[in-house]
């Protein structure tokens, strides 16, 4: 009796088994294609969902299926390293990890391809490999900047500040008013870390080479008279943030900002969306960060979340992966994109009429940007200089920070 | 004889192919991975990397040699010991009191267990609003300083109030145990203790205590076993912050594999936590087996 019953079931399996993995294969069906797509934010998602639904639409033989997950640059990296690359991917092209990629051939060269000609040449430029290709088609760009509540700016009678003078000086009017000016969130490191970089590339135009004359221990940052002015305007900037802002999240903080508590804070683009559905009323604008000049002024800003093909699909599903790219280049579509992400496009002929965004796209425009400091620094460098940093919005030690920055880089670049 | 002896066998066939499956599944997915887990932390792969080289010990010199390394061992040894400190006071004197309820025993008791069925990151993020938006309301209302801030704030503090949201969940499973515990002594002792004479006090320390060791013993390594491996609780509600005070070791692993992209030194820490684990492990299997016999 056993031994029938656990025949009957072996086989059970078996067949079972066989139905699973013989299945898939039916003619005329289309061509699955995974898009892995890095932004967790509602704006980009619906971006692209919507192309992705007017693209298999008119290409009935391909099928693009979005995929997000969370924590998503943690799995597209294990996923990766354990052979399973999804045929079309977004990632970050000018950061040290992506050239690791291309290094290992995991990343499809794209330099060939004609619609990277629709791509606006500075941004492109900025995705170079250092082998000269291209291996991704840059989409938007992110940056980071001053969310400013516009009401109570009005209110106020303030003006978009354009130096560091003006923007101190609406500091002081708030806080007479009453008005918590800056809301800063400081508990995760990382997001210490995004005020960091955005203050040293506004602040210290040569800042983040020096860092990576100090990883090569070529120079050292006690004593750097661009970094003294860096943590000096950082922490009058402190001076005018919420007293809380080590035990705040990024959450909370843009709460706070979105119900009123705050008149100005400083997060990514990729903040925008997330405020906006918290209170969909409030009217925002955003500014970069100033400097003592707009002239000498530069702000933080990168390509975000590119699009890229696996090296390792193979040719029928590079065709598809093409023909999908080549798609999301068109004016049209990227402006649909656009529409929803509200970021700077990279593509050609792309309007942006968020006014709100204005000052920071006309900056941006100009070319007065620096990349992130992950496209030329270690990971492993700067992640540990948000720890450093973030000592310092404790105990406000100028000089301390900077000899704290030496020492934490001296560790992490020897490893 | 032969007959019967044939059956057994194949009646022992039968259950050995059922187990198969989970046998199989068991060796790909712990055996393999651990044996590759130790293999990775002699090499330099990167996570990512298709080709790597064996280093030797390398990576282990690196780590002995670096000054986080270090300081995440003494976080996570703190944090183990007042870990154990918090939950063991704690679940004995609660499952003291629940023990000796006359009328509710088993619905008080299911509420005090309810901490251990909720996941340790959902309990974190409920914690991280306390923190943040009711104990400072507190602090300020009755003029204490150090609680009129976020307590996960300072460096001082973070450490403490991330072990205790940890106690406040772990307290639940020692104390089914202690109760379990408390339950085989004989009321009769206590009873011949009273006649005696002997205060409450004594009757916990020459009746009680010496009954409960044993449980005593599995609680603690048990515990400390919870505080070396610790991951979730200080993720969730700092991150490792502020200024690596509580980056305890598995968020040191974490940051190495995954953000610092250096899975192969990220292993050589895995191992070295795995030795101390380990070596709890086998602490507590040969004081649970002596235990038994006893």
Avoid at chain 1, 11 to 31: I, K, N, Q, V, Y
Avoid at chain 1, 225 to 245: G, P
């Amino acid at each position: 009796m056993k031994k029938k019953f656990a025949a009957v079931f072996c086989s059970a399996l078996a067949l079972t088994s066989t139905l699973c993995f013989g299945g898939t294969a039916l003619a005329d069906e289309p061509l699955k294609i995974e898009f892995f797509q890095q932004k967790g934010e509602e704006g980009p998602q619906k971006g692209y969902k919507a192309i992705i639904e007017k693209f298999n639409e008119e290409n009935p033989d391909i099928e693009i299926e979005m995929n997000t997950v969370p924590d998503a640059g943690t799995v597209l990296t294990s996923r990766i390293s354990s052979g399973d690359i999804p045929v079309i991917f977004s990632d970050f092209p000018t950061q040290t990890q992506f050239k690791q990629k291309v290094a290992n051939g995991y990343v499809q060269d794209l330099s060939d391809q004609d619609f990277l000609k629709n791509v606006n040449e500075s941004s492109l430029e900025m995705t170079k490999q250092e082998d000269g290709g291209y291996y991704a088609l840059p989409y938007s760009r992110n940056y980071i900047g001053v969310y400013y509540n516009v009401q109570m700016f009005e209110d106020n009678g303030i003006e978009i500040p354009t130096t560091w003078e003006e923007f101190t000086a609406a500091c002081d009017k708030l806080q007479e008013a009453g008005i918590t000016p800056v809301g800063m969130h400081g508990k995760d490191p990382s997001r210490v870390g995004h005020l960091f970089q955005a203050a040293t590339v506004a602040w210290a135009p040569n800042g983040v080479e020096t860092i990576g004359k100090v990883v090569a221990g070529e120079a050292t940052i006690e004593g750097d008279a661009e970094f003294q002015n860096v943590f000096e305007k950082m922490s009058t900037l402190l001076s005018y943030a919420n007293e809380d802002a080590l035990a705040l999240s990024d959450t909370a903080c843009y709460e706070n900002f979105a119900n009123g508590q705050y008149a100005m804070t400083i997060t990514g683009s990729y903040a925008k969306g997330t405020i906006q559905s918290i209170n969909s009323d409030l009217k925002i604008g955003i500014f970069p960060l100033p400097n003592d000049t707009y002239e000498d002024t530069k702000c933080l800003s990168g390509i975000d979340a590119a699009i890229c093909v696996s090296a390792q699909a193979s040719d029928e599903e590079k065709e598809a992966a093409y023909r999908f790219l080549a798609y999301l280049a068109e004016t049209e579509n990227a402006q649909t994109f656009c529409d929803y992400d509200g970021a700077p496009s990279c593509i050609n002929g792309v309007v942006n009429d968020d006014e709100g965004i204005a000052p920071m796209v006309e900056m941006i425009n100009a070319g007065q940007t620096h990349d992130w400091m992950a496209s030329t620094i270690n990971n492993n460098v700067t992640t540990d200089l948000y720890n450093v940093v973030q000592g310092f919005w404790a105990d406000k030690d100028v000089e301390g920070v900077m000899k704290n920055m030496d020492a934490s880089i001296a560790v992490t670049s020897a490893q | 004889m032969k007959g019967t002896n044939r059956k057994k066998m194949s009646g022992r066939l039968t259950f050995f192919l059922f187990t198969l499956i989970p046998v199989i599944l068991y060796t790909f997915f712990y055996v393999v991975s651990v044996i590759n887990g130790v293999r990775y932390s002699f090499t330099d792969w990167d996570g990512m990397a298709q080709k790597f080289n064996f280093i030797g010990l390398k990576n282990y010199q690196t780590l002995f040699k670096n000054p986080y390394f270090w300081n995440s061992l003494k976080t996570t040894v703190l944090y183990s010991i007042m870990l154990v400190i918090g939950v063991i006071v704690t679940s004995l004197i609660l499952s003291i009191s629940l023990n000796s309820l006359k009328a509710f025993k088993t619905l008080t008791k299911s509420i005090y267990f309810v901490p251990a069925m909720i996941g340790g990151v959902t309990i974190a993020l409920i914690w991280d609003q306390l923190y943040y938006r009711v104990l400072p309301v507190i602090g300020k209302a009755l003029g204490i300083g150090w609680l009129s801030n976020s307590l996960l704030m300072t460096g001082k503090t973070a450490l403490p109030a991330v072990v205790f949201v940890q106690v406040w969940q772990a307290v639940a499973m020692p104390t089914v145990i202690f109760i379990a515990g408390l339950q085989q002594i004989p009321d009769e002792q206590y009873e011949s203790a009273k006649i005696d004479g002997a205060t409450a006090f004594q009757r916990f320390r020459y009746v009680t205590l010496p009954y409960l060791l044993p449980t005593v013993t599995v609680n603690l390594v048990l515990t400390i076993k919870q505080g070396f491996t610790s991951f979730d609780f200080p993720y969730a509600l700092t991150g490792g912050g502020p200024v690596r005070a509580t980056e305890v070791i598995g968020i040191l692993i974490y940051n190495d594999a995954f953000k610092n992209m250096r899975f192969s030194l990220a292993n050589a820490e895995a191992c070295v936590l795995f030795v101390i684990v380990a070596l709890f492990s086998l602490t507590q299997l040969k004081l649970t087996s002596k235990g038994g016999t006893d």
